[in-house]
């Protein structure tokens, strides 16, 4: 499971109870639930990583997913890249939404997830520039954006080197 947000707009139960009906629906036993809340647009996510560390231990057969954008939204090379470590371990990966995504299932399956990787992806994008919008909006209006000068998650942005990437940055007009 996964959502973007980890605050109180956004919740994985929506995803977990349906998830647990259609396992059962399979007579599928649960090993072990994985839920990130963080961005599907990239895979330095703890519970995502440890389920593909656990798939390659060969610690369950199947992957249930609410969605393919639940799994990834890096696009379709990696979200293939994925589902071919899945595939090389023996593990198949299942979607409730997208019934004919079944990894188990060959055939079709490739294409049709290829496409839905890219859909997934170009939704991030979508959303990104919508994001991008209402803060061009909001400064036009004359907001002052960003958190003050004392915000705690300071230290961590300038370990990370974000606020030296964004102070190097160039803008082009």
Partial sequence: M????NDESQTP?????????LAESLELEII??????????????????????NAKDRKFDIILVWS???????????TLGYLEKLGNSGVALKSLQES???????????????IM?????????????RTKAGLMRAKADGKLLGRPSGAKDKGRRKKSGYLLRWQNKKVLV
């Fill in 117 to 129: 990787s890219w859909v997934a992806q170009q939704e991030r994008q979508r959303i990104s520039e």
């Fill in 32 to 53: 072990e639930e994985y839920t990130d809340m963080a961005s599907g647009g990239n895979s330095n996510r703890p519970q995502f990583q440890r389920m593909l560390k």
């Fill in 100 to 114: 004919w995504l079944d990894t188990s299932d060959q055939g079709m399956g490739k294409l049709l997830i290829a």
């Fill in 2 to 5: 996964r959502v973007s947000k």
């Fill in 68 to 78: 393919l954008d639940r799994f990834s939204r890096e696009g379709i090379s990696n």
């Fill in 13 to 21: 139960e929506n995803q977990k109870k349906p998830l647990k009906k």
